[in-house]
């Protein structure tokens, strides 16, 4: 029983830390697919973060917030996307540029803005998306295991928590089954077979990149309103180049990247748990230790795993027909 | 899509016209599609010169000219892929721009790529689909096309895998699937650019009787072959193409194979030398119970067994996708081989292409662009691939692009490859002359064999009689050497032996001498012959 609970408040905590992860790697599997790297993924959620955290604190609700959120970050990705389908530039450069942009633009602001040390101010619970609980949880509560598995694991989370749950489906049956998808794939294999097929490639391109925006912007909203009560400071902490690392070892496909994303969200639960805890024969653990793991483990399976993996081939190649 | 006057573009007239009927036709008149002084600069290359064509509608219209000649621009800019420079398109009489391609479809203009524009990892259905899907969703889509493409394959006999990614299928049907792809769209023009170049004759029949029967319906076609012999067969006119001008029209029946071919190189093309064979040496290349698999396992060549001795050519005929490739590529060393052995100069060699260089084997990949070259690259480095630790090309880390530039340019300059520039980025040379390099790559590095595919694809009539004449002098020089192509005359025309495969089985070898076609036609179609042996004498 203790280790039933143990479980599952690990396997909780990773579904509240797998979420944001798992909306930008959907987010960056729509570029990619379409042939456009997407090193930026952090800094648009960081961007929607920020203005989430911005707008909410203003407005008082977390919904206007959601709503600035995806309008940033679908700004940011129109930006990229000026930058490399209309004018063909490197797609990292391009990508490194809007982190770094993003990364000082956010903390400036905040302190010119709210004088708090690059913070946004502390939003109160009714601007903040809070987790909800299922009906008949409480009585539930009884039984054993389900009642566990019930009330802990499915309910209790957030709004986007439980998007998230429906954006991994409703992805994939974008991408396998309707006309938007199968052009995505295509552009990001040969964009000349989609150009002679009569199809606008920086069309489908943009189009993905809205795509994207709008996942990261779920993302960051994420962090700032539901996981956190405002923006901080650089708080995407390189979850961004995390999902990124998710969404190769998944081989650019939805489950299988939502997979690792899992598995990434997982091994940070531990790292929480395993903190100040002491292992039999190594005594305490060092908290920087447990910390590294999930990036240890990003660098070992992208190292020893991916070579199988086939990226779109047609990526990071700008879209030109003439010499 | 706009057009200028301000009308929609009326669509190509359907009465049919007798075909090679000397007047220009449709319902008001005008030819289905006029080019008017149209001019295109790649940079430096003026790759058409005030261009002037007329194609009257329910006619086939053939189109030849050299390699470079500038026949897949001019066609690139009738299907709005690229823009001209100056000039004019009229559809029908009415004067068009095309912005992009979608604007070409949307007046029904359909277009076969010589390169072809497959998404490799989607299959025949999802290719043909792409862009023509008709519904949001892909399910119905889907059963649509594959019911279409049903109907297209039963009544044109193009037969391809449905359900496999095209980028495992073999280069013959591959082109067939950008030939469905295109009559999928059902096109009122129809351009096809070297739609042949790797379909077997049986094949080729089956894609002029399509031709002759769109026509007949009033569709109107251009055709784009360097087979002279084709433009006799299947077109009504002809327009001769130089240096980016045409410079030319006939009709057909007007005219002959000589004065076409002339009217083409400005120079008659003498009859090829077939040289004096040596008598056969030692075996140079031994295959001995070979069978190979594909990634998924099936077996593509069964248990084949033959060897080819020093001074002599073995032709591979048969219909594309009956293994041909997979063994060609398995003697290359770029496929293991599952089981059997192959011995080099009675040596065995390890699947790998590398070893096979050092033993003397140079290959000539079947697709260019898939195997051959890196279209990115500059010339001279396409031209160095795998050859790069030549100490001719610099020692140790180094590379000396200098000796690198001169030796391409040579060997550019020997194979006629235009411009015979080492700086030009391989995507930029046309077709044929990318060929043209790459034989030139790999023709002489064999020392002891020389394996081949498809070596003339896409090249001119003077090109094809100078690569031909340089297989001889090799055979002559005591060369081994296997081919594969699609074109039987080629085969027949170089070869001392011809194997024929079917279903992945070598159903005998006959000396080239005694290979009537009907024979190999038979042998093709998967009937052994009792007669024919099996294996060399
Ligand atoms: N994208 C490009 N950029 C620069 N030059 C090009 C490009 N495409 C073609 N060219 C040049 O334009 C000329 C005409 O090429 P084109 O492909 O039209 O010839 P072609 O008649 O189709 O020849 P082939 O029979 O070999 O296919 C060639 O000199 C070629 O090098
Ligand atoms: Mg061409």
Redesign the pocket.
Known sequence: MEILLAAVVVLDSTLRLATPLILAALAGLFSERSGIIDIGLEGKMLGAAFAAGCVAAVTGSAWVGLTAAIAASVLLALLHGYACITHRGNQVVSGLAINILVSGLTAFLAVAWFAQGGRTPQLPDSARFLSMEWPGADVLDAVPIVGVVYGELLSGHNVIVYLTWLAVPAVALALYRTRFGLRLRAVGENPFAVDTAGVSVSGVRYRALVCAGVLCGLAGAYLALAQSAGFLRDMTAGKGYIALAALIFGNWRPVPAMLACLLFGCLDAVSIRLQGASLPGLGEVPVQLVQALPYVLTVVLLAGFVGRGVAPKAIGVPYTK?? | MTTSPTEPVPRTSRSAIPSGDETVTAANGAPAVELRAVDKW??Q?H?NRRVDLSVSSGTVHGIV?E???????LMNILYGFYRADRGQILIAGKPVVFRNSGDAIATRIGMIH?HFMLVETFTAVENAMLGAEGSPLLGPAGRRARRKLAELEREFGLQVPMDVPVGELPVGQQQRVEILKALYRGADILVLDEPTSVLSPREVEGLFRILRTLAGRGKTIILITHKLAEIMAATDRVSVMRSGAVVAHRRTADTTVSEIAELMVGRQIRPASRGVPVEPGRSLLDVDRVTVRDSSGVARVHDVSFSVRAGEIVGIAGVAGNGQSELLEALAGLRPVATGRILVDGEPAVSDSRDRRRRGVAHVPEDRRRSGLVMPFRACESAILGYHHDPRYGRGLRLDWPAVSSDTRGRMETFDV??ANPQQRT???????QQKLMLAREVERATKVLLVGQPTR?V?LGGVEFIHDRIRSLRDAGKAMLLVSANLDEILDLSDWVMVMAGGRIMGKVPAGRAAERDLGLLMGGVRKSDVPDRAP
């Open positions: 003439e010499g | 790649f940079g290359v790759a000219g390699n470079g000649a500038g026949k897949t621009t010589q235009r411009p995507a930029e040379l046309s077709g044929g002359n896409g001119d």
